[in-house]
């Protein structure tokens, strides 16, 4: 900090006082030190299971049982259990997948993006965003797998030589996005894990019991903490941000291909791309506060997860929001300039037709909602931050539907016009993937570090090679 | 800190890496041939009622296949031959035969011999004889060569691959449309290269173009 001030005597009163105002604020609160941070964490997995823990467990546990139940249901009996018919080919299964799969956004976009931009309150809450950045993807997964109908013919999307001598059809963005989606989630799930290598060892260091000692020695790869091992794996985890970055720009953009890649007025767009990707990273960041907020509180983890946190992802989720909203109204802007009346009907039909509530339901949860995060006091108050945030998870949703039943429900040949209704199975398959996903996380909060120990480590002032002691205002070199 | 593994315990993750590999490739292997028209299909030889030999018959005898399965080039279908046709020469030749009971039987009560089919077209798939019969494509190159089985047996795989490979390059097997029902017969001097020739000039004089969509065996 006071590097290079020559000219500015900084020892002045004036100048403290004046720095002080300006300061960032610090990324752990109340000045918690290593030890504190080691024991705050890792009391979560060694401590007794709280009795909440089981209860949710069950909860969560029972309701993610209609997601086998239902597909064993949908095979057996066959694709018709969904609602889906012509004209309406695509609705609550699609719907939920790009639903899922857009949450999936967050956690690669604070593990991958914000490492490279150095933004370094990131820290504490990569892990919780990437974990939850899988149980999406896996809960996105399940919908296109079995809306193929065959299920068991699902690997015909893989490129292997087979006796049926076809392969897939590299030009369909349908198979894009099986590739895109399948890399995400292996990158997703190689970046996640080695993030959690020096947090494993950290609970090796600290068990008591030889099998479990034994199991995240297994699980750290031997960790020694040794300064090669920490140069090698900062360079992994470099690569693997490298890797990441493109990737949470491609894989939104790749499911936005399916659309608008073909010809239906509503799908066939070019702003899909960028405004999907906008959506991921919007809703997924509204999915990341509605998890993290709860454990937040419940953990007492405020001094790790501090209120410049949630801040930040408020602002981000405003802007992503705020730019979800300016593609809406350029869509209806396009719909009416263009002059095409197949593209004007289209957004008409959107906005006054029988699916009226899901697009009004859209545009105030995504584009009003949101909105009150300009005022400092909401983005300061959790309790107001994860009851506005319950607008961008539904209206994500939301947007979803909006665009592939409105669009395809009417198109060119009123003859061919129809409604869409979904069947039973269709809810419980999507009520079952929330038990899931909600089931997945806990899970993941009981065994796993919530937060990584070694890099919160590293953003605390302590971990500054300078570091002179709190009492030191400059935390400089001595001038 | 202290050891938790013993010092052998290093070479572990190379064994297990080793061991996935051998597996992934076992696995590949085994689907690859167990699991293909080539082992599940070929070689399927089933024990019809009546040990009829087609060596015998189209082989040594010289009847034209097209005598009994009468109707694979003006359908899409070639039947098996009714109790009728058998009968036709079998109530002169070996009338006696105890090996002919089975016919003579369903001759006299007028129910159909119960011939086992060996070849199994899916119900999905639209195959057409005649259109691959009456243009050069002969018996032998889905059946092999019938004239020579004592007991008939499934030849070829019949899988798509299988058909797309002819559809892809038809040169392999097209012949003179006169010499389709003759199942010894070889381009020139029987190479590969001399059938190729031929086959080229086949499939340019007759515009061969044979569809490779969906549509075509999928409807």
């Known amino acids: ?479 | 800190m202290a050891n938790l593994f013993p010092k052998e315990s290093n070479i572990v993750p190379i064994k297990i890496i080793l061991c996935k590999v051998i597996t992934v490739i076992v696995i590949i292997l085994g689907i690859t041939y167990y699991f293909t028209p080539k082992y599940t299909r070929v070689g399927y030889k089933p024990t019809q009622p009546v040990a009829f030999d087609h060596s015998l018959h189209a082989g040594q005898l010289g009847l034209d296949c097209r005598y009994c399965h009468s109707f694979g080039t003006v359908s899409s279908h070639s039947n098996v031959p009714t109790t009728q046709t058998c009968m036709n020469c079998h109530r002169q030749v070996k009338s006696n035969s105890p090996k002919l009971a089975p016919l003579r039987e369903s001759w006299e009560t007028g129910k159909p011999m119960k011939w086992i089919k060996i070849h199994q077209a899916p119900d999905y798939v639209y195959f057409n004889h005649s259109a691959h019969l009456n243009r050069g494509i002969s018996c032998a190159s889905c059946h092999g060569k019938v004239n020579e089985m004592e007991v008939v047996w499934h030849d070829k795989p019949h899988s798509m691959g299988w058909c797309l490979e002819c559809h892809r390059n038809p040169e392999f097997h097209i012949r003179p449309q006169e010499e389709v029902f003759n199942l010894d017969w070889k381009a020139g001097d029987g190479s590969t290269k001399a059938q190729v020739a031929q086959g080229r000039e086949l499939v340019k004089k007759w515009d061969v173009n044979p569809p490779q969509n969906c549509q075509a065996c999928h409807r």
């Not at chain 1, 959790?382 to 939301?398: K, Q, R, S, T």
């Open chain 1, 1 to 479: 900090m006071a590097h290079g001030t020559t000219s500015v005597n900084a020892n002045s009163p004036d100048y403290i006082a004046a720095a002080k105002q300006v300061e960032r604020p610090p990324l752990v609160g109340n000045g918690r030190g290593f030890h504190w941070i080691t024991e705050k964490i890792c009391s979560i997995i060694e401590g007794d299971t709280p009795r909440w823990w089981w209860i949710a467990f069950f909860i969560t546990g029972a309701i993610s049982l209609l997601v086998p139940i239902s597909l064993i249901y949908l095979v057996s009996t066959g694709i018709g259990t969904w609602g889906l018919n012509h004209p309406v080919g695509w609705a609550w299964d699609i719907t939920n997948f790009v639903f899922w799969i857009g949450i999936g956004h967050a956690g690669t976009l604070i593990s991958a993006i914000l490492f490279l931009t150095r933004q370094k309150w990131r820290t504490s809450i990569n892990r919780a965003a990437e974990a939850m950045t899988l149980f999406a993807v896996v809960c996105a997964g399940i919908f296109p797998a079995f809306h193929v109908g065959r299920v068991w013919f699902a690997w015909f999307l893989a490129p292997v030589p087979q006796a049926n001598a076809i392969w897939p059809n590299f030009r369909s963005p349908l198979l894009w996005d099986v590739f895109a989606v399948s890399t995400y989630f292996t990158v997703s799930v190689l970046f996640w894990y080695t993030g959690l290598i020096p947090d494993f060892a950290t609970l090796r260091d600290r068990e008591v019991k030889v099998w479990k000692k034994k199991l995240y020695h297994i699980l750290s790869f031997g960790w020694r903490s040794s300064n090669r091992q920490w140069k090698h794996y900062e360079m992994a985890y470099l690569c693997l941000a490298g890797l990441s970055t493109p990737l949470v720009l491609s894989v939104h953009s790749i499911v936005s291909f399916d659309f608008a890649t073909s010809v239906i007025p509503g799908w066939h767009t070019t702003i899909f791309p960028p405004y999907f990707v906008a959506g991921a990273i919007f809703g997924g960041f509204a999915m990341v506060l509605t998890v993290m907020l709860p454990f937040r509180a419940i953990f007492g983890l405020e001094d790790l997860i501090t209120e410049k946190h949630i801040d930040n992802m408020c602002k981000i989720i405003l802007l992503t929001g705020s730019i979800v909203g300016y593609a809406y109204l350029m869509e209806l802007f396009i719909a009416w300039y263009s002059g095409n009346p197949y593209e004007k009907y289209a957004f008409w039909n959107r906005a006054l037709g029988p699916y009226w509530w899901s697009y009004w339901g859209m545009m105030i949860c995504n584009v009003l909602i949101p909105q009150l995060f300009w005022v400092n006091k909401f983005r300061k108050n959790v309790v107001a931050v994860w009851i506005i945030v319950w607008g961008p998870n539904i209206g994500m949703w939301y947007e979803r539907f909006v665009i592939i039943v409105t669009s395809i429900h009417r198109d060119f040949l009123p003859s061919s016009w129809g409604m869409f209704k979904p069947e039973l199975n269709d809810i419980t398959l999507f009520v079952g993937t929330c038990g899931l996903f909600t089931w997945l996380f806990l899970v993941f909060i009981r065994f796993l570090p919530v937060i990584a120990i070694a890099e919160v480590k590293g953003v605390i002032p302590e971990a500054d090679p300078h570091f002179h002691g709190k009492e030191d205002p400059k935390g400089g070199h001595h001038v």
